[in-house]
């Protein structure tokens, strides 16, 4: 009886033991994925901007500009007497509107307060990074940003899923980079 014990515990580890046999990968083919997301992207782009530029057309009060940066702007406020625009590293200090496209306003300036934003060095969305960067002290600048340029395919708390937006922007405070060092 003992060792007919000892035997089946011998044969239990040998049987168990074995080497392991070699499972065949599983092969997914992400390229078909892939492209019906770029196509499925390029209507929605196609689509939001057809929706912009027929915002664009109906709002006869003001001239919008095409950045190189794919948004519109235009100016509400300018400033002749300045032509310094920030650069990597300043710290620009703002506040602004976040808007739907029919005018709805999503987060009002004075429940945003004003920010600040060093420029290139900390995270925001896109299009408010590049915007900034166009602006002079003391000017307000209203940008119409397609959902890529705002919050995408995600969107943010108030702001829907590819949800195109109006911003609102005044340009309070810019400290130039050697002041920053300075300090």
């Known amino acids: 009886m003992k060792y007919a014990f000892v035997i089946s515990i011998v044969i239990l580890f040998a049987v168990s033991c074995s080497s392991p046999e070699a499972r065949k990968p599983i092969v997914r083919k992400t390229s078909s994925f892939m492209n019906e997301s770029i196509e499925r992207n390029k209507m929605l782009n196609k689509a939001e901007n057809a929706v912009l530029l027929q915002r664009m057309k109906s709002d006869s009060l003001h001239t ?9 702007y235009y100016y509400e406020q300018t400033v ?4 310094y625009t920030p650069n990597r590293g300043d710290e620009v200090f703002y506040k602004h509107e976040i ?3 029919n005018g709805t306003v999503i987060y009002a300036a ?3 307060g004003t920010k600040s934003y060093l420029i290139d060095k900390e995270e925001l969305i896109t299009g408010l990074q590049d915007g ?3 602006m002079k ?3 307000k600048v209203t940008f119409l940003f397609p959902s890529y ?3 995408g ?3 943010f708390d108030k702001v829907k899923p590819n949800q195109p937006l109006l911003y609102s922007v005044e340009l309070l405070k810019i400290n130039k980079l050697s002041e920053n060092e300075n300090n």
Do not use: I, P, Q, V
């Open 64 to 72: 919008y500009l095409n950045s190189e940066n794919g948004y519109w």
């Open 80 to 83: 002749s007497n300045d032509d």
């Open 99 to 101: 808007k739907a496209l």
């Open 110 to 112: 004075e429940d945003l």
């Open 132 to 134: 900034l960067k166009l």
């Open 137 to 139: 002290e003391g000017e």
């Open 149 to 151: 340029k705002a919050y």
């Open 153 to 155: 395919y995600t969107g």
